[in-house]
Nanobody, 114 residues
Framework: QVQFVESGGGLVQPGGSLKLSCATS????????LAWYRQAPGKAREFIAD???????TYGDFVKGRFTISRDNSKQTVDLEMSALQEEDTGIYHC????????WGRGTQVTVAS
């Protein structure tokens, strides 16, 4: 059974930083492209970033150099470091295998407010 457990969210002021982490289990972690997504209130889930098995990364246009995705195959974790956070970054952040139909975890709430 594949599981994703996200952590590290919280309340941060505009311009602040957060580091999210996602622990995975139940799948061959090292063979997958891993991704972070987010869902703002009343909006559809959107792609943030992914990292493939070679460590090559792709980011959504809105990221604009503010976020960095990384992975640790030995720990089966994928992290997302975020800086210069804006109120529009508020939402629930999830990780998953890119292009998969694996069930979503609970996510971690990120709230950017002054």
């Amino acid at each position: 059974q594949v599981q994703f457990v996200e952590s590290g969210g919280g309340l941060v002021q505009p311009g602040g930083s957060l580091k999210l982490s996602c622990a995975t289990s139940g799948t061959a972690f090292e063979t997958h492209t891993l991704a972070w997504y987010r869902q703002a209130p009343g909006k559809a889930r959107e792609f943030i970033a992914d990292i493939d098995t070679y460590g090559v990364t792709t980011y959504g246009d809105f990221v604009k150099g503010r976020f960095t995705i990384s992975r640790d195959n030995s720990k089966q974790t994928v992290d997302l470091e975020m800086s210069a956070l804006q109120e529009e970054d508020t939402g629930i952040y999830h990780c998953n295998v890119r292009w998969s139909s694996f069930p979503w975890g609970r996510g971690t709430q990120v709230t950017v407010a002054s």
